[in-house]
C-alpha cells in the first residue's frame, strides 16, 4: 500500500505483513514483555518487601536500571502492537510514547556508569564506602541521570513545537522518532550527545575494572566479583551500544536482501530492544545470591517459611 507522511510531497511503498505473521510477531513479541516484565516487576517486589535491599545503594541502583528496562520494554512492544492494529498513531500520544522510552533508553547506561563507581569504591576504599554510598547520596544521584537525560531529549520537543505546524500534531504518522523530530540537526545533535556520553562512560568502566583489577590482592574473593560485575556491566552496555547502530543494521541488511525488508526489521527490533532486558534479571536477580533467596520463592510463588534478611550483603558473584 502507498502512504505520504504529513508536511511532505514524497509517497513512500511500505510494506505489510499478512495477517497471520502479523499474529505470530505480535504474540512473540507480547509474551517476551510480559515474561521479562515479569521477572522483573517480581524483583521489585522483592527489592520493597526487604529492607536489607532498599536500604543499600548497590540495588537502589539495580532497580532504577530494571524499572527503566520494564519502561522502555513496554513501551516497545506497546508500539509495535499500536503499529500493526491502527499502523498510523495521532503524533501527539506518539510523541508521548516515544519520549518515554527515550528517556529509559537514555537512563540505563548513565545507570550502568554510576553501578560500577559504586563496586569501585567499595573495593578500593572499603573503609569509606558507607560515607560516599549513602541511599540519599543515591537518589540524588539517580535525579541527577534523570535531569541529563531530560537535557537531552527536550531540545528535540521544543523544536517540533517551534516549527511544527498546529495541524501536524493532530495528523497522523508512522510512530518513528525520524518522523515525529523530522529537523536534520537534531539527527546531528542526537549523534553528538550519544558520543560524548558513550565515551564518558565507557572511560568510567574500563577504569573502574582496571582499579579494581589491580585492587585484588591476595585473589580477594569480593574483588574477583565486583570485577566481573563491571565486565557485566560494559556486556550491557554494548548491549545498549546497539541501539544507536540500528538504523545503520537495518539500512545494510536491506541493502543485502531487499525482499526480507519487514523480516530483517522485526528480528533487529528483538535482538536490540527485547533481548538486551533478560540481562538485568541475570546480574542480580539471579548471581546475588541474597537476592536469589528471596526472589525464588515470590518468582515461584511459594509459601515456604520466612527467612530474616542477611544483614552482610555482598557483591553480586
Known amino acids: ?50 529492607q536489607v535491599f532498599n536500604m543499600n545503594p548497590r540495588y537502589i541502583l539495580y532497580i532504577h536500571l530494571v524499572i527503566n528496562d520494564m519502561i522502555l520494554l513496554t513501551m516497545f512492544t506497546l508500539i509495535q ?19 518515554i522510552a527515550i528517556f529509559a533508553n537514555l537512563n540505563n547506561p548513565l545507570t ?13 576504599f572499603p573503609l569509606r564506602h558507607t560515607q560516599i554510598c549513602t541511599v540519599k547520596k ?53 549523534d553528538i550527545t550519544n558520543t560524548v556520553f558513550l565515551v564518558i562512560i565507557w572511560f568510567t568502566l574500563f577504569y573502574t575494572y582496571f582499579r579494581i583489577l589491580f585492587a585484588a590482592q591476595a585473589a580477594s574473593a569480593d574483588s574477583k566479583k565486583a570485577r566481573n560485575t563491571v565486565l557485566l556491566h ?21 541493502y543485502l536482501f531487499p525482499r526480507g525488508v519487514l523480516a530483517i526489521r522485526f528480528t533487529i527490533a528483538i535482538l536490540v530492544q527485547v533481548l538486551p532486558r533478560i540481562i538485568s534479571p541475570i546480574v542480580y536477580g539471579i548471581r546475588d545470591k541474597t537476592f536469589r533467596k528471596y526472589l525464588k520463592r515470590y518468582l515461584l510463588c511459594t509459601n515456604s517459611a520466612k527467612t530474616q534478611p542477611q544483614n552482610t550483603l555482598k557483591s553480586p558473584s
Not at 550502568?112 to 567499595?122: D, F, K, S
Open 1 to 50: 500500500m502507498n502512504f505520504s507522511n504529513t508536511g511532505k510531497n514524497v509517497t513512500t511503498v511500505v510494506y505489510r505483513d499478512t495477517l497471520n505473521t502479523a499474529i505470530l510477531k505480535n504474540v512473540i513479541t507480547v509474551f517476551l514483555c510480559i515474561s521479562i516484565n515479569y521477572v522483573n516487576g517480581t524483583l521489585v517486589h522483592t527489592f520493597k518487601k526487604h
Open 81 to 99: 502492537v499500536l503499529s500493526y492494529i491502527v499502523f498510523t498513531l495521532n503524533v501527539s500520544l506518539c510523541i508521548v510514547l516515544l519520549m
Open 112 to 124: 550502568l556508569a554510576v553501578m560500577a563507581v559504586e563496586c569501585y569504591i567499595a573495593i578500593c
Open 138 to 190: 543515591t537518589y540524588v544521584v539517580i535525579g541527577l541521570i534523570w535531569v541529563l537525560s531530560t537535557l537531552s531529549i527536550l531540545p528535540d520537543l521544543f523544536d517540533a513545537l517551534a516549527k511544527e505546524s498546529q495541524e501536524f500534531f493532530h495528523s497522523r504518522v508512522f510512530c518513528l522518532r525520524e518522523n515525529i523530530f523530522r529537523n536534520p540537526k537534531l539527527a546531528e545533535k542526537r
Open 234 to 254: 560494559g556486556f550491557q552496555l554494548l548491549l545498549c551500544m546497539l541501539t544507536y547502530v540500528f538504523h545503520l543494521l537495518i539500512e545494510g541488511l536491506t
